[in-house]
């Protein structure tokens, strides 16, 4: 054993031999074998050493381990030390220390302790990396799982886990005060009580640990110092992996040699190690822990057991006020809960130890079993135990329900309510139950009949008003129905005094007044009371209240001078006092007679509680707060001055309760001032405790203390408080000089808590002596305010920041001072130590701290008591990770600590009230969390923690900025994870919710009956979107089903506030019409929808038909919603000029009316019969109803009128017939064309002639556009031409760009073309403007000429001339730079283009970006728009997450997919929805959601699943959507199901509200069966409106193609029709209605029967001639009745002004050619009216075109461009020749809009017309045409060439629109294209491709125009050979059949390419 090297091969061999290896060699064998011989005799000294420490054992039979024996020393040594430290501070209190001798000692000690704490570090080196080794392998720090979530980690885990992370702990001022705490504990105050001198009683002893109450888990399972432990952390996690792999710098060779030995073992050998390891510590250490068999009096205690504890602080406010006993050992405790069932009787004191020691296994057992607690709670001494499970982590819900049975109490009402079951249940179910005493008279009189439940009463004036729900009076009214009273003797006088309680009128009437039912009661004896009763009641029989009265008058119930004379109903004095207080005070309170009259009944007595002056008040106040008597059963101290008062205002209570009580009577005597109780007590009850402590005996009589204070044996037999107390009062002297001296007694007593006092007493006296001794030459004492503490740091001239107060108090122990003293000395060595300390050895110093700390920890943990460790640490803790978390850049780290230690980090701060500035740093910390982490970390943090972040974030909101992201999913988590567990939280998450997701408010936990909750969410409700309301609506409505609406109260939605105005129309529909007009005012001050608002005004004004002017004036608008029928009621009434300015405001803010409203209310007045006589100011209000009032009513209006009304007019929205009117009447007599005047026209700009505009100068149209460009989109199309053609044909137009730019959308290439080189030159200007496609393209190519390098080097610079660039040069610049940087850059640029991308570049994008590897990274940077225009073919590839991110983008900016064509939509969102599951089961809410605007395009399989109950409660969000024929069908099936709503003829006007514009998509025959009465004209008018809102509305505008919209309109026409008697018509009909001019702007002319329309009277008929025009449904036979009534009215079409011409429009079809020709078209707009008309037959076009030459009298040459424009179709009916003689120039101009037409023009005529085009002041030869021109011209590309178009290359094909190929003849057609250039087509051209053209096609050009149209199959083709790959070109495969059959418009997705 001694040779070389054998130490440095000891720890080799020690593991091997604890490993219990076998083959450790020789020199191991004799080690363990000498090892074990040495043990025998060091075991025995160690037992020695421990029976030289015996000590008595404590009166609480705790076991007096060496560690406690030597903290709480025995009698001899702890008086030795007592002397010692006496001695120790008279030593340092008399030496003389000068300047000089305090420095030489100051060096001295400083040298000391550099070379002390050197010599530590070199010798603690070792042993701590040897222990940390060790308790890293015991102590698992928690770490994240693969989940992202952790166990919780304890103290010992966070520090052990901060020094493997290099987190300095800083301990060493923390490590000092445990040890002081330890050595020098303070002692016993000789201060008692709380007063001025002494501001720090003695309190209960530090508690080590509390269980939290809620939201606990075990977080410490493991104790350390537990030596059968199987998972052990792994070698890896430790020291060792650091000190093998030599990362660990300055390790011994011995460690170094440890772990190469342990990393040779496996698991199971490493847990042997430590099991053996672990038992050979504790066989040594066992002696020192536990109790001596030396030491045992009687049986042997076992070794304490072992309890895990939780280490930390508690969570503030989760368990009750009782003091924690412990016990030695629980199994002693026979805490077998099973077995207290079965035991007749259980101790008290074994249920309150249980309960202190075993808290979470007592939770479990008693407070969650209702049967057990009951049997416990029959003991009195065990009523604590209603607090204790309040304040548990038992289920509240369970408790209440077991518990707190209201109606059992009501029930009983002889049976008095115990104030512990009240508080009890006010602690649970605190909002319930003073719901139900506020709400509820006779429960309120029931509990407080009670004086001793006064202090429960709540406050219920501060109470929000009560649900709206019927309350329980009302229930329990139900056993008060007298009628079924048949068996009296079965009513029991429960029942009599429940009916005389709530229904005291109704008793009285029914009961008292019948004599024969009275006696029948009487009859039995147990109701004799009765009859005294019904007496006193009949004769002060209360008045009934009428029905009129919601409420009966306070003042007639409470008619309190006839109190006094009468007998008042106890109900009636429960009234009066709740809503009429201060009276009640006046009137009752202080009229002694009055009140002395209503004590005498008993139900009366809770007045004392209440009615009393202010004495009383005070006095019940402090009895509640100071009489605390069931808190003095604990050994606390209770001023004398509480005891005095407690005597004098409640001796009842006091002498029954304290005198008679032996325990709190003992403990109150603990407090010498208290003694005089002795005497209090025997004066006036029977003193149960005797002086000498024998029960029973007489008291204070006789006392004689040298009988009875025999000294001598109390060492042997304590005395009780009360012989204590009379012997120090009685034999002072004796006392002081027999109990003083005797430290062994001493100490027994100092170990009782009524008795602690005798010490302190002593140590006074003691000092009392001692002064007066040494100070003999006179006769004065100390100086009373001498401090100890303070005197000795400034005699040795210490600096010291410690607080002296609790040092310096009166009475502070000895301890305490020295204490004091060390600190200051540690503060005052720190700094210098420090200075002269290297790194290394302040590293070792620190690291043995915190190990020591940590060592600590696992002592207390399994000794079960307090070292004061945590107290002490806590802020060195939260110190440490605040300056680590602001150092620490690694989150991930971070994390850990956040989520890991957030709940024992949590545990250490103070309360919220107390935060300091560490601990909110630590909280700020969770705001900095990634958005990633967040979720997990939060959903981990305790709900104390949470609390604390709600409060930092409600303070710092402003400064923190969080972004929305992060507070969504930040509120998400509290919601999902924090709130469903304690619905306490939800008024702090308040400032959060309107970041709240919809999904989130949903799922919400059930609160919707929480007060407090509903009316959070109300405060907030107007900061949240449209969306999160309606989530909060959706989830109030599962709390409030439509019975409990209708049974509810007429003030339910005040009394529910904002949230009534969200819920789901389901449930909104069945509010009364009372609920509503009561509500009225909190529904508008909220968003309703359309249909909420509807319902309201519709259920109101048809139910009331006396509303006050109020009452319109607050529903405002909404009575615009009204059936015009019901307001007509009130015409002639006051009223009814309410209701017309209300109307008048509705018209004037746009809303669309029914035409009877209009009619009716605003244009059937006597003023408006002779329109000339309105003055100016009139005509101004009535301005915006001039455009209903009709061109008839504008003709009689003088020029005067209208040019000063022109400031109201010029923002009216007019016809261009209308503005035509006021334009010329306003010109008669005023210069409009003036520069100020032309601005001033606003919208009536229309109503200017274009040749008036042609007149204009460059500078006053440039003056104008400005206010012109807020109207442009209402020019016509000749007007814009006139105006921008004028303007561009000046070079100076560069300057004006800013000016024109309204007019860019309309202006001709060929104008941009001359000046593209000054827009380059000017290109900072020009790349801001919204240049259209083709503008861009022919800037773009200028720019590639001039300035190439400007493309090349700044490509965003080009701004919006960007969507002009051509594929060539896109693709230039991404494989310039390819990086994912770059080419996002690119894309982005592309996303931010003024106007639409080509289909082209489209195209081109997605070509060049597929190569690329990160593709699918790119997809969210393409934008819907260029994202949708890839084939189906790649979209079908796309995993779930491409395929879930296009959805996004498409359900974000739906606008793109709207675009596509229906057969692509709905290839795309079959392919989604495969991607996404949703073929099977329900269609569900979210689902259907998460599609967005796709959603109604599934396939009908699919579709028809909808989830019904999302149909009905979404209808408004549904009828925006849009509907192919096949889902019309099926919402119109659905909507007939009995889960909807029925079948049509059950349907009532809600119905049809909600259904609204669905009611088109049913078939006729189910149409004629809903109610006739139903389908008013009001109604079908809101039908038809709705449907026109939708159809101009976003959606509408791209949804249906002709003939879905020829079929709805047949549809529209069938109800208008049908439901109006046109189709019934016979003999015994009624007339037909006559539609006026107002009914057909609502409805359409077109659904009309034509001689309906022609029995219109002349002045309605002319009002819609314009309507009618436009009317592009009307049939023939209805165009030729209307235009004969036109030739009516205005005469033969030869007479027809220029004015009737521009209103016929359409109509003029039926013109014959003689009247055509006949016509006098000699302005633009009038030609232009007829030349939108595409219904022309050829001979009618050729008579309209001689007819503009003959009337403009001008030659084709010399027609202008805007003259051509207004032509539109009628260009056809030019000649060929005619067409050839056109001004090439003019005609270039014009083809911007004549392009966009489908011309009916011959083969010849186009092919002239292209003639033109490629004129070379035109846009020069075809072949120079780029993409741009081909765009221009549009359809007129149909007529290019052959040999022309058989040349076209790809960039020109790209710009052929598809109007233009679908116009090509088709022999030319199959001519010009070969096969290549068919596949350069897109899917949108290849679309436009006719039956004829591609029947004129050959098999291979049919191919390639087959993959154009189906690209999803991507199958290539050779067409060199002519042949496909894989696809034979002799049959018809499935997939060209298809492509055929979609080229055909049938849609058949499902078969397309099966399997795909």
């Known amino acids: 054993m001694v040779r070389e090297r054998y130490l440095d091969d000891f720890p080799k061999m020690l593991v091997c031999i604890l490993s219990g290896r076998q083959d450790c060699g020789l020199e191991a064998e004799l080690t363990k074998t000498v090892s074990l011989e040495l043990g025998k005799p060091l075991l025995i000294l160690v037992s020695s050493l421990r029976s030289q420490t015996c000590t008595p054992p404590s009166s609480d039979g705790e076991s007096n381990s060496f560690l406690r024996a030597y903290i709480s020393m025995g009698e001899s040594a702890s008086a030795a030390l007592n002397g010692f430290q006496q001695t120790f501070t008279n030593i340092l209190s008399s030496v003389p220390l000068s300047g000089k001798l305090i420095s030489a000692v100051s060096g001295l000690v400083d040298a000391a302790a550099t070379y002390v704490s050197n010599v530590m570090a070199t010798v603690l080196q070792i042993p701590m990396d040897y222990i940390q080794i060790a308790l890293q392998f015991g102590i698992r720090i928690p770490s994240l799982d693969g989940q992202e979530t952790c166990e919780q980690g304890d103290l010992k885990q966070l520090i052990m886990w901060g020094i493997n992370n290099n987190v300095s702990w800083s301990f060493s001022n923390s490590i000092i005060d445990i040890l002081l705490d330890i050595f020098l504990g303070p002692g016993q105050s000789m201060c008692t009580y709380p007063g001025p001198e002494c501001q720090n009683p003695p309190s209960v002893p530090f508690q080590r640990s509390v269980p939290e109450a809620k939201d606990d888990i075990d977080i410490n399972p493991d104790i350390l110092l537990k030596c059968d432990r199987h998972i052990l952390v792994g070698l890896n996690d430790t020291l ?211 004086p001793e439940n006064g202090r429960f009463m709540p406050n219920c004036t501060s109470l929000p008003p009560p649900p709206p729900f019927p309350n329980m009076n009302l229930l329990i009214l139900d056993s008060c129905r007298y009628s079924e009273w048949h068996d009296v003797m079965q009513i029991t006088i429960d029942i009599l005094s429940q009916c005389i309680l709530f229904d005291q009128s109704g008793f009285t009437k029914e009961v008292c007044s019948n004599k024969t039912f009275l006696n029948s009661l009487l009859r039995n004896k147990a109701n004799a009371w009765l009859e005294s009763h019904c007496n006193s009641s009949l004769t002060f029989l209360p008045p009934e209240p009428t029905q009129t009265q919601a409420l009966p008058s306070i003042t007639s119930w409470c008619d309190y001078y006839t109190w006094g004379d009468r007998q008042v109903d106890n109900s009636v004095v429960a009234l009066c006092w709740e809503y009429d207080q201060l009276a009640f ?53 209770v001023d004398m001055t509480d005891l005095a008062l407690c005597t004098e205002i409640d001796p009842l209570n006091f002498t029954s309760k304290v005198c008679a009580n032996a325990t709190i009577l003992q403990n109150l005597l603990a407090n010498q001032d208290n003694t005089w109780l002795i005497q209090f007590c025997a004066n006036h009850s029977n003193p149960v405790v005797s002086l000498g402590g024998n029960r029973g005996q007489v008291g204070l009589t006789g006392f004689n203390p040298a009988e009875q204070c025999q000294y001598s044996s109390w060492s042997i037999s304590l005395p009780d408080a009360a012989l204590l107390t009379l012997c120090w009062q009685h034999d002072q002297t004796s006392f002081v000089s027999s109990i003083c001296p005797n430290a062994g007694l001493l100490f027994l007593l100092s170990r009782e808590p009524s008795s602690l006092w005798v010490g302190s007493m002593c140590t006074t006296y003691s000092n009392y002596i001692t002064s007066t001794t040494t100070n003999s030459s006179t006769t004065t004492t100390t100086d009373p305010n001498f401090c100890l503490a303070r005197s000795l740091v400034k005699q040795f001239n210490w600096t010291c920041s410690a607080d002296f107060t609790s040092a310096c108090q009166p009475g502070a122990s000895q301890n305490m001072a020295l204490q004091m003293v060390v600190r200051c000395w540690v503060e005052n060595r720190r700094t210098r130590v420090n200075d002269v300390l290297s790194p290394p050895v302040a590293t070792v110093l620190e690291q043995a701290v915190s190990i020591t700390v940590v060592i600590l920890l696992a002592l207390e943990e399994v000794q079960n008591t307090s070292l004061h460790v945590t107290e002490n640490i806590r802020l060195s803790v939260l110190g440490s990770v605040v300056r680590y978390l602001e150092r620490e850049n690694n989150f991930d780290k971070k994390r850990v600590l956040l989520q890991c230690f957030g709940r024992v980090l949590t545990s250490l701060m103070l309360t919220a009230r107390d935060v300091t500035s560490n601990e909110f740093s630590v909280i700020k910390e969770y705001f900095s969390i990634p958005l990633s982490s967040l979720s997990s970390v939060l959903s981990s943090a305790h709900i104390t923690t949470v609390r604390l972040i709600l409060q930092y974030y409600s303070r710092n909101k402003d400064t923190l900025q969080l972004p929305v992201m992060y507070l969504s999913t930040m509120v998400s988590v509290l919601f999902q994870a924090h709130l469903v567990k304690d619905d306490s939280l939800f008024p702090e998450l308040a400032p959060l919710l309107a970041a709240a997701s919809p999904a989130d408010i949903e799922a919400l936990p059930s609160l919707q009956n929480n007060s407090n909750v509903r009316e959070t969410i109300n405060r907030y409700l107007g900061d949240m979107t449209l969306d999160q309301r309606r989530a909060f609506g959706l989830w109030y409505s599962r709390g409030i089903p439509p019975s409990n609406i209708i049974r509810a109260q007429q003030s339910f939605i005040r009394d529910t506030g904002n949230l009534i105005a969200y819920l789901p129309f389901y449930n909104f529909q069945h509010l009364s019409s009372a609920q509503l007009l009561d509500g009225l005012d909190v529904l508008l001050r909220n968003s309703l929808t359309s249909l909420k608002q509807e319902f309201i005004a519709y259920s109101i004004i048809s139910t009331y038909r006396n509303l006050t002017a109020q009452d319109f004036t607050r529903l405002g608008n909404l009575s615009c919603l009204a059936d015009p029928e019901d307001l007509l009621v009130y015409k002639g009434t006051v009223v009814f000029s309410i209701i017309r300015d209300i109307v008048m405001n509705c018209s004037r803010e746009g809303l669309s009316l029914p035409s009877r409203l209009i009619s009716s209310l605003l244009l059937n007045s006597t003023e408006l019969k002779v329109p000339s006589s309105l003055s100016p100011d009139r005509l101004a209000e009535l301005g915006h109803l001039l455009p209903l009032l009709g061109v008839t009513f504008l003709q009689g209006l003088t020029p005067s009128q209208l040019l000063a009304a022109l400031p109201a007019l010029n923002s009216v929205s007019f016809s261009p017939a209308q503005a035509s009117i006021i334009v010329d009447k306003m010109s008669s007599i005023s210069t409009l064309t003036a520069p100020v005047q032309l601005q001033q026209l606003g919208s009536l700009i229309v109503g200017i002639k274009t040749e008036t505009l042609l007149t204009l100068t460059s500078d006053r149209l440039l003056s104008s ?76 190519k200028e720019v590639l000429e001039t300035k190439p390098n400007l493309i090349k080097l700044d490509f965003p610079s080009l701004g919006t001339v960007g969507q002009g660039v051509s594929c060539k040069v896109l693709q230039e610049r991404v494989r310039a730079d390819s990086s994912p940087t770059s080419v996002r850059r690119i894309l982005a640029f592309l996303r931010q283009q003024p106007g639409p991308l080509h289909t082209s570049l489209k195209t081109c994008v997605i070509e060049e970006l597929y190569q690329f590897e990160f593709f699918s990274e790119l997809l969210k940077d393409l934008g819907a728009e260029i994202a949708l225009s890839m084939p189906v073919s790649t979209i079908k590839k796309f995993p779930t997450d491409m395929m879930d991110a296009l959805r996004k983008m498409i359900v974000q900016d739906p606008h793109h997919f709207l675009l596509l064509s229906r057969t692509k939509q709905e290839l795309l969102v079959d392919k989604m929805v495969q991607r996404m599951s949703m073929y099977t089961g329900v269609f569900t809410e979210q689902e259907f959601r998460s599609l967005g605007i796709m959603a109604t395009f599934v396939v009908d399989e699919v579709f028809i699943q909808l989830d019904r109950s999302f149909f009905i409660n979404n209808l408004v969000f549904l009828r925006g959507l849009c509907y192919s024929s096949s889902k019309m069908d099926i919402v119109a099936r659905i909507l007939q199901e009995p889960a909807a709503f029925g079948p049509v003829n059950n349907w009532n006007q809600t119905t049809l509200s909600q259904v609204d514009r669905f009611l088109f998509f049913l078939p006729d025959d189910r149409l004629q069966e809903i109610p006739l009465a139903l389908m008013t004209v009001g109604r079908i008018e809101k039908l038809f409106m709705s449907q026109r809102r939708w159809a101009r509305g976003d959606v509408g505008i791209f949804c249906s193609d002709e003939n879905e919209r020829k079929r709805l309109f047949e549809k529209q026409q069938f109800v208008l029709q049908f439901f109006l008697g046109f189709l019934k018509m016979n003999a015994g009909s009624p007339t037909p209605m006559v539609p006026t001019c107002e009914i057909l702007y609502t409805t359409v002319p077109s659904a009309w029967p034509s001689n309906s329309l022609t029995s219109m009277s002349s002045s309605a008929f002319s009002n819609c001639l314009e309507l009618m025009g436009r009317d592009p449904f009307l049939a023939s036979y209805q165009r030729i009745q209307v235009l004969n009534k036109v030739k009516q009215i205005y005469g033969p079409a030869s007479s027809f002004s220029q004015s009737v011409i521009s209103q016929l429009g359409g109509i003029a079809v039926e013109l014959s050619l003689g009247e055509l020709s006949s016509l006098q078209l000699t302005e633009r707009s009038s030609i232009a009216a007829l030349g939108a008309v595409s219904a022309w037959n050829n001979r009618q076009l050729s008579a309209l075109f001689t007819t503009v030459l003959n009337s403009t009298k001008q030659s084709p040459s010399q027609l202008d461009s805007s003259v051509l424009v207004a032509m539109g179709y009628i260009v056809c009916g030019a000649k060929t020749t005619e067409m050839n003689s056109f001004n090439a120039i003019e005609f270039s101009k014009a083809v911007l809009w004549l392009g966009q037409l489908k011309l009916s023009c011959s083969e010849e005529q186009l092919l002239a017309l292209v003639g033109l085009l490629a004129h070379s002041l035109a846009f020069g030869p075809i072949s120079s045409w780029g993409t741009d021109v081909f765009i221009e011209i549009g359809v007129l590309a149909a007529g290019l060439p052959d040999m022309a178009m058989s040349a076209l290359v790809k960039e020109q094909i790209e710009g052929i629109t598809s ?27 290849a679309t436009a491709v006719t039956k004829e053209q591609l029947s004129a096609l050959s098999d291979v050009q049919r191919t390639a125009l087959a993959l154009v149209l189906t690209p999803w199959e991507d199958r290539p083709v050779n067409f060199r050979v002519g042949k496909s790959l894989g696809l034979a070109l002799s049959h018809s495969p499935l997939c060209l059949i298809l492509g055929l059959l979609m080229l055909l418009v049938l849609s058949c997705p499902d078969l397309i390419c099966p399997g795909s």
């Open 1265 to 1340: 556009l400005p206010a012109m460009a807020q109207h442009t989109p209402g020019l016509s199309p000749p007007q814009a031409n006139a105006i921008s053609t004028k303007l561009w044909g000046f070079p100076e137009v560069i300057g004006w760009l800013d000016d024109v730019e309204p007019l860019l959308y309309c202006t001709p290439l060929l104008s941009i073309l001359a000046r593209t080189r000054m827009l380059v030159n000017n290109i900072t200007t020009a790349s801001k403007k919204p240049w259209n496609t083709q503008q861009a393209e022919a800037i773009f």
């Open 585 to 637: 005070q006046k009137n009752v309170c202080c009229k002694a007679s009055v009140f002395e009259k209503l004590l005498q009944d008993p139900l009366n007595k809770w007045l004392t509680s209440v009615c009393t002056d202010i004495k009383e008040i005070e006095e019940i106040a402090v009895l509640s707060q100071v009489c605390r008597y069931s808190d003095w059963t604990r050994p606390i101290i």
């Open 1859 to 1885: 109007a233009a190929i679908s116009m090509i003849p088709p022999n030319k057609f199959a001519v010009v294209f070969n096969q290549r250039q068919i596949s350069m087509f897109s899917y949108e051209q």
């Open 240 to 450: 060792c992996a650091d000190i093998i792999t030599g990362s660990r710098v300055g390790s011994s060779t011995s460690v170094h040699t440890f772990c190469q030995a342990l990393s040779s073992l496996s698991p199971n050998q490493i847990e042997q190690v430590w099991s053996n390891m672990c038992y050979v510590i504790q066989t040594l250490v066992s002696p020192l822990l536990s109790r001596s068999s030396d030491c045992s009096v009687g049986d042997t205690q076992p070794s304490p057991a072992v309890t895990p504890s939780f280490e930390t602080l508690p969570i503030p406010g989760s368990a009750p006020q009782r003091v924690v006993r412990e016990a030695s050992n629980l199994k002693q405790l026979a805490c077998n809960y099973s077995s207290w069932l079965e035991n007749k009787a259980v101790d008290a004191v074994l249920v309150s130890l249980c309960s202190d020691n075993e808290y979470r296994e007592f939770v479990k057992q008693v407070c969650n079993n209702a049967t057990l607690m009951r049997k416990l709670l029959s003991n009195q001494m065990n009523s604590w135990l209603y607090g204790y499970c309040a304040n548990s982590s038992a289920d509240p819900g369970y408790m209440v329900s077991q518990f707190c049975f209201y109606e059992q109490w009501i029930n009983q009402p002889s049976v008095l309510v115990d104030p512990s079951l009240l508080e009890f249940c006010m602690t649970l179910d605190s909002s319930r139950l003073t719901q139900l005493i506020c709400d509820n008279t006779g429960f309120f009189l029931l509990l407080f009949s009670n």
